[in-house]
């Protein structure tokens, strides 16, 4: 029983690791026989064997990470339960940090307590860029606004906003690995998807809501199809969401919507015209409310 237990724990962290190093190096701790046996699973080629003083240091690292992650699975019904009061979510795409904290405070102060910093895909703003706009709300903010991070599609954002505190982890794709990887994390995880067999899977794998991207593109009488046999999806509408249309969204099922340049306008913004930035979200959170 021993030997299975141990081949059971030992084969579902080569499992992981594999997923995560993606063929990158990978530095092994510990001593005797185990070091043996999980440099032999993850193919020598990929090991670098750490030194016992290195061991110690690892596993002190290891602990805290371990803490981290307890704390997180810990917080988790408290996003989930705060994702399902708010139901409006702030996507920050292309953020600047000159007026960037005012900016998000404008939105906090015109109701919005769910934001959502985005990872660039073009290269401009690097992953630490982007974490560390996360980190700064969060050291900000606390418990009063839950900040995520967006457009992840590659496991080094995923850790990268957990080490920046993000509550939750929104894709533009459904990739099993991002939302597999997030849950172990114990954060809350909402991939995006448009047909009934992508929310399906995105279910499959554990996601709390599916983001339906985009949104503008589909009918009432689809997305009550797509309801029907997916009852226990919880979706949010993302995509061509703006103030005249939100309420609808909301009439046709949608526990949820995310507004990207119609709420944080930028133009706004960098004309620092943070009272009509705040209009604009209590717009939005006027209309969360009145459609529960």
């Known amino acids: 029983l021993s030997s299975f237990l141990y081949g059971c724990v030992i084969g579902e962290d080569v499992c992981l690791i594999k997923r995560i190093s993606q063929g990158k190096r990978i530095y092994v701790s510990g001593k005797g026989t185990f070091r043996e046996v999980y440099s032999m699973l993850l193919g020598?080629?990929?090991?670098?064997?750490?030194?016992?003083d290195t061991c110690s240091r690892m596993m002190?690292?290891?602990?805290?990470?371990?803490?981290?992650?307890?704390?997180?699975?810990?917080?988790?019904?408290?996003?989930?339960?705060?994702?399902?009061?708010?139901?409006?979510?702030?996507?920050?795409?292309?953020?600047?940090?000159?007026?960037?904290?005012?900016?998000?405070?404008?939105?906090?102060?015109?109701?919005?307590?769910?934001?959502?910093?985005?990872?660039?895909?073009?290269g401009k703003k690097s992953t630490q860029e982007t974490a560390a706009l996360i980190k700064m709300l969060v050291e900000k903010f606390g418990d009063d606004m839950c900040i995520g991070a967006g457009t992840v599609t590659r496991a080094e954002e995923v850790f990268a906003a957990f080490e920046s505190g993000a509550s939750y982890i929104i894709s533009p794709n459904c990739d099993p690995?991002?939302?597999?990887?997030?849950?172990?994390?114990?954060?809350?995880?909402?991939?995006?998807?448009y047909t009934a067999t992508e929310i399906a899977a995105a279910i499959k794998y554990g996601a709390d809501y599916v983001k339906l991207f985009p949104a503008d593109q589909v009918s009432e009488e689809y997305v009550k199809a797509i309801r029907a046999p997916l009852s226990d999806a919880k979706l949010f509408a993302v995509g061509g969401v703006n103030a005249?249309?939100?309420?609808?969204?909301?009439?046709?099922?949608?526990?949820?919507?995310?507004?990207?340049?119609?709420?944080?306008?930028?133009?706004?913004?960098?004309?620092?015209?943070?009272?009509?930035?705040?209009?604009?979200?209590?717009?939005?959170?006027?209309?969360?409310?009145?459609?529960?």
């Open 60 to 122: 002190v690292s290891g602990a805290i990470l371990v803490k981290r992650i307890y704390d997180a699975c810990n917080r988790r019904n408290y996003v989930l339960g705060k994702i399902e009061r708010e139901r409006v979510i702030a996507i920050v795409r292309d953020a600047e940090k000159e007026n960037f904290v005012e900016s998000i405070q404008a939105l906090y102060e015109g109701g919005i307590r769910l934001a959502e910093i985005t990872f660039d895909r073009s």
């Open 44 to 52: 020598e080629e990929n090991i670098v064997l750490l030194d016992d």
């Open 244 to 292: 005249d249309n939100a309420g609808k969204f909301f009439e046709m099922g949608f526990c949820g919507i995310g507004v990207g340049s119609n709420l944080y306008d930028k133009k706004l913004i960098k004309e620092k015209k943070f009272d009509a930035l705040r209009v604009l979200a209590s717009k939005y959170s006027r209309l969360s409310k009145s459609t529960d």
């Open 177 to 193: 690995d991002i939302i597999l990887l997030t849950r172990k994390l114990g954060l809350v995880s909402m991939p995006a998807a």
